[in-house]
């Protein structure tokens, strides 16, 4: 699978070590410390140069442990302060926050890599959607499952018939939440006015954007089911199962689940053959593809797979060529609109075309 | 898996090999001929005495090839022809025909052993349920894959809490009708009026019911999508996905298809870990059991599984035992419904309460 994947990756190529892009980490929670500031480090033309945070201390300790430049409160960012020490931002607060951020950044004329999902509501996407189209900064939102060999083998295959007209695809993403508490910096993710929604928005975004990347289609209708057995769950979704129809007649059906055994899978049926990719979805964890076709599997077992370093160089690489990032803005605004879909489908029963 | 799998198997004591079940065969279709013939004669306490067809050459050839006592036409067994030869009917005519053929039997005191989907409309279950309980006859509705030990295991290890509180299952039933093509017995299938419905009523009633018999719960909301991209399914449904929504919370999401990469599982992922059952459903094929918990995936190969001849003799158990077969006709009913909602949220877009 080497050469179509080069190629595929060509699209993308680094930015210079010599000139690197010297981002601003907008948001410090736990995955912006854990995974995405050491992802920043590690990638080719990447620099974290400014933290922002809401919370001094830590901004004063990643600066220190990351030896970035310096760091800023949310106040200071908004008004300008620093602007000469980073070339693109990187939103990671909560989801209700994205749109404020990036509208600062747009502001400043700064290209922008924001955190899925877009925004918490889909007037928050919209608002993006202005600021960043008025302003035309490079503005990528951060899908890194995008970056995943596995991922983008399975689009592949699927784009050149390996797996015939594609009929359905399976597709859940489940954690242990509750087993694995979040932290008070990740607290927002049971809130819905900071998060919009929690299984669908957090997890069960993956199965729908990488089922909608590797069919390279849109769906025209979608449906949902959420329901929330445990208290911890009251405000959000703990567990969600959504339908969504494509104008070829192929149906994915996906589930995300904020409490269930840890799992994620990708399967793809078609008329000709088949292609699941288990595990899936996790940084810096091992993927597997597995084809069939005319009675012969063959298995192909992925090493731990670093999708955000390949994430952070696609996007420094295009924004110092001058190429626009991907995935796009508008990209961001039809996943909201598809989950906001979703949990309509969820509150009322009524199927919703889109 | 010895232990439970015998514990469970003892409900249903095999009917002695000197004093066997009869069975009049109603519906000499292929599966009856490819299939259900031949269980009949390697099960325990089982014999095949009497053909029923509307083909007195087809009935016939399967008299002699079986060693079988007589064939009837329909119209013989309506009227009561030889029923001194046989204790039991099993039936395979198309689904539309079943509430018929059971009333005929019921009316002759038979035990019936009726194949699934118990009928195509569920005015047809209903007739099958005033039949056979005015009467009294015994009576089973030939969920073959509730005798398959993988799926009886997955059942136990749900109820002994392997899995913790489920949370949601995927399940797929699909096989390329198109590319091995029904016979002229089989053209029924297509018939919306006869069969029911397709992709469905053929395939999708086996993760509907094995979903709810590894649960052991029935389903409270379902919501269905059908499509049929290719022409020859203009009359019914050539994929449909559907979910079922669960009293716990727990939600299952569905797919069959006529026209895909023959693919058949079962996957349930509760709080605790997950059992998968791949492949599963095709009668004497292997089944694989795949169990996960806390960190440790464990998995079981079960050569080719011969579910037909377990139903069979279990079936034939119960009857000369007097104990009430199971799958009973109530479970036919509700499945029944299920369908129809399915299908009713697939015309109109809107989740069913059942």
Redesign the interface.
């Known amino acids: 699978m080497d050469a179509w994947y080069d190629e595929w990756r060509d699209r993308y190529p680094v930015a210079s070590a010599d000139d690197p892009v010297r981002f601003a980490v907008v948001g410090l929670g736990g995955f912006a410390r854990e995974y995405a500031l050491p992802a920043i480090e590690s990638a080719d033309g990447c620099e974290a140069t400014v933290a922002v945070s809401g919370s001094p201390e830590t901004a004063a300790n990643v600066v220190a442990a990351h030896g970035m430049d310096r760091h800023l409160t949310y106040e200071a960012y908004a008004d300008g302060v620093g602007t000469a020490d980073y070339d693109a931002v990187y939103v990671a607060t909560p989801h209700a926050r994205h749109a404020e951020h990036v509208e600062t950044a747009a502001r400043h004329g700064k290209a922008v890599l924001c955190e899925k999902a877009l925004a918490a509501t889909t007037d928050g996407a919209e608002r993006i959607v202005e600021a960043v189209e008025s302003a035309g900064v490079p503005f990528a939102v951060a899908y890194r499952m995008q970056f995943a060999p596995a991922v983008c083998y399975a689009r592949h295959l699927v784009a050149t018939g390996f ?3 594609p ?2 695809v ?1 597709a ?1 993403f ?1 954690v ?1 939440m509750l087993a694995d508490p979040a932290t008070p910096n990740d607290a927002w993710r049971l809130d819905p006015d900071l998060a919009g929604g929690s299984a669908l928005v957090d997890l069960g975004l993956y199965p729908l954007n990488t089922t909608r990347f590797v069919l390279d289609d849109d769906p025209v ?1 979608v ?1 949902g ?1 959420t ?3 445990h208290a911890a769950f009251d405000a959000v979704d ?4 959504f ?1 969504m ?1 494509f104008e ?8 995300a ?1 904020q ?3 840890e ?1 994620h899978h990708l399967r793809v ?6 292609v699941t990719l288990e595990p899936v979805f996790f940084e810096g964890a091992p993927q597997t593809v597995r084809l ?2 005319g009675g012969r599997t063959t298995t192909v077992e992925l090493g731990p797979v670093e999708q955000l370093p390949r994430q952070f160089a696609a996007f420094a690489g295009s924004v110092s060529r001058g190429i626009d990032p991907e995935p796009g803005v508008r990209e961001g605004l039809r996943d909201t609109r598809l989950l906001a879909a979703i949990y309509d489908s969820a509150a009322d ?3 919703v075309d889109v």
């Open positions: 797996v015939g007209e009929a359905h399976h859940d489940s242990r209708r449906r089911e329901s929330s057995p703990e567990h969600v199962a339908t129809r070829s007649g192929a149906h994915a059906v996906c589930t689940s409490h269930a055994h799992s049926v078609g008329s000709e053959g088949a069939e076709r029963g009524v199927a």
